[in-house]
């Protein structure tokens, strides 16, 4: 079975809802930098080495996104370049903790 995260903005979510991470095209620059893109542009999935996130469809900007351990020798250093570049929350929806690069 995969490990699933959840990627939140760095602020804590308010009376509004969740903190926007940023817009679609913020989000596929700054990850397109670290390896991980659309296979075709406009698509929601994004493929990286070991992983896979997923946006969600037609929201814009992005609240969360899901990401998934395709691949588990390599995804861990992917997952924490992430988070620690991109400055993102990754929560473990099943255990409630959070990564911390």
Same mark, same amino acid.
């Given at each position: ?7 939140? *903005? /760095? &602020?804590?979510? #308010?009376?509004?809802? %969740?903190?926007?991470? !940023?817009? $679609? ?6 990850? =397109?930098?670290?390896?991980? *893109? /659309? &296979?075709?542009? #406009?698509?929601?999935? %994004?493929?990286?080495? !070991?992983? $896979? ?6 929201? =814009? ?41």
């Amino acid at each position: 079975m995969n490990q699933n995260f959840v990627i939140l *903005s /760095p &602020e804590e979510a #308010g009376k509004n809802g %969740l903190v926007p991470i !940023g817009t $679609r095209a913020e989000i596929i620059k700054a990850l =397109d930098l670290l390896n991980t *893109s /659309p &296979e075709r542009e #406009g698509e929601d999935v %994004l493929w990286g080495p !070991g992983i $896979r996130i997923d946006m969600p469809p037609d929201k =814009d900007p992005v609240d969360q996104m899901l990401l998934t351990i395709v691949e588990e020798e390599i995804a861990f250093l992917v997952i924490m370049r992430i988070s620690r570049i991109c400055q993102w929350r990754m929560i473990d929806p099943e255990t409630g903790r959070e990564l911390n690069p």
